[in-house]
């Protein structure tokens, strides 16, 4: 009888999961509920997160390289600012709704996923001279692919008199050689033909 009774007593969030189930937050000296630690947690994750991509970021558009306090404080910026805002967004909602495990695990998967995508948006945002050529006239699909300018039958310089300009050469004879500008790696600017010669070819290949 009385373990029945027990039973029948016994509060009915027992049954939730503990994945579904809310969690108590730390209290308040007069015995409330405090959000800010957990809020200030995830904000603390998030500007890790966007750091770590931030730095990538700054590497692969060269900004490291050539303005290293500017890239440092537009990374320590493009951090902060992101936390801040998260702290303010996750304070008020765990205020809400409270604060349960499933929150922790979902958040957790979609900073780790930020995390791992980070080199990948850094080339697709910043690529190299050469993915840059492939991605806008020589690769797949585009104008230049099944011509002698495929990057697989020519020879690819650049040249010393012209930062960020790139030559390519077919290796079959008698043909001439592409000029374009704006080859540099991390660039932002499209591939442009550098004299009337690349234009007309371009133009030939419609490009």
């Given at each position: 009888?009385?373990?029945?009774?027990?039973?029948?007593?016994?509060?009915?969030?027992?049954?939730?999961?503990?994945?579904?189930?809310?969690?108590?937050?730390?209290?308040?000296?007069?015995?409330?509920?405090?959000?800010?630690?957990p809020?200030?947690?995830?904000?603390?994750?998030?500007?890790?997160?966007?750091?770590?991509?931030?730095?990538?970021?700054?590497l692969?558009?060269?900004?490291?390289?050539?303005h290293?306090?500017?890239?440092?404080?537009?990374?320590?910026?493009?951090?902060?600012?992101?936390?801040?805002?998260?702290?303010?967004?996750?304070?008020?909602?765990l205020?809400?709704?409270?604060?349960?495990?499933?929150?922790?695990?979902?958040?957790?998967?979609?900073?780790?996923?930020?995390?791992?995508?980070?080199?990948?948006?850094?080339?697709?945002?910043?690529?190299?001279?050469?993915?840059?050529?492939?991605?806008?006239?020589?690769?797949?699909?585009?104008?230049?692919?099944?011509?002698?300018?495929?990057?697989?039958?020519?020879?690819?310089?650049?040249?010393?008199?012209?930062?960020?300009?790139?030559?390519?050469?077919?290796?079959?004879?008698?043909?001439?050689?592409?000029?374009?500008?704006?080859?540099?790696?991390?660039?932002l600017?499209?591939?442009?033909?550098?004299?009337?010669?690349?234009?007309?070819?371009?133009?030939?290949?419609?490009?």
């Open positions: 009888m009385n373990d029945d009774a027990g039973t029948a007593g016994r509060p009915e969030r027992n049954q939730i999961p503990a994945f579904l189930r809310r969690l108590d937050p730390p209290r308040t000296l007069d015995g409330r509920p405090d959000y800010r630690p809020a200030a947690i995830l904000a603390a994750c998030t500007a890790f997160v966007f750091l770590f991509a931030g730095f990538y970021m700054a692969y558009s060269k900004l490291w390289h050539h290293q306090h500017l890239a440092m404080a537009a990374v320590f910026a493009g951090a902060t600012l992101p936390a801040l805002a998260v702290y303010t967004i996750a304070h008020r909602l205020s809400r709704i409270g604060l349960y495990l499933w929150q922790s695990v979902l958040v957790s998967v979609v900073l780790l996923a930020v995390m791992g995508s980070a080199p990948d948006w850094a080339r697709t945002l910043f690529p190299r001279a050469y993915d840059r050529y492939e991605a806008e006239l020589g690769g797949p699909g585009q104008c230049l692919y099944a011509t002698p300018y495929n990057l697989d039958r020519a020879q690819t310089t650049f040249a010393d008199d012209h930062p960020g300009r790139m030559v390519v050469d077919p290796i079959a004879e008698g043909l001439p050689v592409v000029r374009l500008d704006h080859a540099v790696d991390g660039g600017k499209h591939l442009s033909p550098a004299d009337s010669s690349a234009r007309k070819i371009l133009d030939q290949y419609g490009c």
